[in-house]
């Protein structure tokens, strides 16, 4: 049984930093694109950060130059690293493990994030 369980999440001022976790277990994540979604109260998901099992990275717009986000392999781990956290930032935010080919698509419960002073 494939797990994701996100980790990190909590209260933070605007401007401050927050790095996020996500712990797969019942599979292996360097086969998969990773990635970081969020949904803020009254809208829809939306994607923030991928890496692809190559390591290539690709960012939302509102969140680029700020979030980065990063695999351990080893580990069987992802990260997301959120810094200049700005109250708009505020969401859930949820952990993906997705593999087209093998039409795998896992999702974690989610972790809030609030961002408020």
């Known amino acids: 049984q494939v797990q994701l369980v996100e980790s990190g999440g909590g209260l933070v001022q605007p401007g401050g930093s927050l790095r996020l976790s996500c712990a797969a277990s019942g599979t292996i994540i360097s086969i998969y694109r990773m990635g970081w979604y969020r949904q803020a109260p009254g809208k829809q998901r939306e994607l923030v950060a991928t890496?692809?099992?190559?390591?290539?990275?690709n960012y939302a717009d509102s969140v680029k130059g700020r979030f980065t986000i990063s695999r351990d392999n080893a580990k069987n781990t992802v990260y997301l690293q959120m810094n200049s956290l700005k109250p708009e930032d505020t969401a859930v935010y949820f952990c993906n493990a997705f593999h087209l080919l093998y039409g795998m698509d896992y999702w974690g419960k989610g972790t809030l994030v609030t961002v408020s002073s």
């Open positions: 890496a692809t099992s190559g390591g290539s990275a």
